[in-house]
């Protein structure tokens, strides 16, 4: 599987984007997916998962209300919807697949994407 992440780029605090990552093969439903990010001198940090059928969905706590996972099997596509930016939420975004069940864990994921970075001014 590879997974290609977009739609990074520079907003105002308040402001919102929307990430897209986009994946090749067949069997993308049976995927759960998330996403992570990582900050400069910082750790990658889970921020949304969402199950293959996308009935399932988690958030960590930073993001719950401000952010939305959401994803297309028709189009092998997973979003993540970020509203309400702020500065904090800078870094480099990641999307990650992987058969285990979506889940907070970088282990939970088999593949990655190269990532995209997000940039919130105050």
């Known amino acids: 599987v590879q997974l290609q992440a977009f739609g990074g780029g520079l907003v105002q605090a308040g402001g919102c984007l929307r990430l897209?990552?986009?994946?090749?093969?067949?069997?993308?439903?049976?995927?759960?997916m998330g996403w992570f990010r990582q900050s400069p001198g910082k750790e990658r940090e889970f921020v949304a998962a969402?199950?293959?059928?996308?009935?399932?969905?988690y958030y960590a706590g930073s993001v719950k209300g401000r952010f939305t996972v959401s994803r297309d099997n028709a189009k092998n596509t997973v979003y993540l919807q970020m509203n309400s930016l702020k500065p904090e939420d800078t870094a480099v975004y990641y999307c990650?697949?992987?058969?285990?069940?979506?889940?907070?864990?970088?282990?939970?994921?088999?593949?990655w994407g190269q990532g995209t970075l997000v940039t919130v001014s105050s």
């Open positions: 990650a697949a992987g058969f285990r069940g979506a889940g907070s864990l970088t282990s939970n994921y088999d593949y």
């Open positions: 969402i199950s293959g059928t996308g009935g399932t969905t």
């Open positions: 897209s990552c986009a994946a090749s093969g067949r069997t993308f439903s049976r995927y759960a």
